[in-house]
């Protein structure tokens, strides 16, 4: 049988991430943005959320995995279903990829992680570089993609109103 709504623990999962990858998206910009004394907070912030924010990504992405999920509606024009299913993977990949790139740019680095991990890579100045400049373009991508789900679920909820936006919520079924 096909649900109608993700798992208890899929939609937990989704609105326990939310605020969580918006903070550290807008952290991780204030971070770069600024020299203030506010850096070096944010910077601190910024490795465990990014960690516990992975660990919460794989989980999500095995349930994902393990489970059924909801059909799109019918009503809904191919190029808007494809489009759905490729931001759902590219919003996975993300969550994925920014923190082990991160976690890889400050083993190449040499600086501290957070809970003592190993470094994946050994310290190499070129290769720092290069995982910096990837973290930061993955990292606008993956704002960009957030603020178009964001608005992909503000139209389904308030526009188009075709229950696609119930199957995630954690309200009651309607």
Same mark, same amino acid.
């Given at each position: ?20 990858? #918006? ?28 960690? %516990? ?11 994902? #995995? ?26 996975? !990949? ?29 310290? /190499?100045?070129?290769?720092? %570089?290069? #995982? ?6 993955? !990292? ?21 109103? /075709? ?7 954690? !309200?009651?079924?309607?």
């Amino acid at each position: 049988m096909t649900p109608q709504r993700f798992s208890l623990a899929s939609r937990l999962l989704h609105w326990t991430m939310a605020p969580l990858l #918006l903070a550290m998206l807008l952290i991780g910009t204030g971070m770069v943005a600024t020299v203030s004394p506010w850096r070096l907070s944010l910077l601190n912030l910024h490795k465990p959320l990014g960690l %516990a924010l992975l660990v919460l990504a794989v989980l999500r992405l095995l349930l994902r #995995l393990a489970g059924k999920t909801p059909p799109l509606p019918s009503t809904l024009p191919l190029p808007m279903r494809l489009a759905a299913h490729a931001s759902h993977w590219l919003l996975y !990949g993300c969550m994925l990829a920014m923190p082990l790139i991160g976690w890889a740019m400050l083993s190449a680095g040499g600086f501290p992680l957070p809970l003592h991990l190993p470094p994946l890579l050994a310290p /190499d100045v070129v290769r720092y %570089a290069q #995982l910096r400049s990837l973290h930061t373009v993955l !990292g606008e991508l993956f704002f960009l993609t957030v603020l178009a789900h964001i608005m992909a679920g503000l139209l389904h909820a308030l526009l188009l109103r /075709d229950g696609v936006f119930g199957a995630i919520s954690l !309200g009651r079924k309607n």
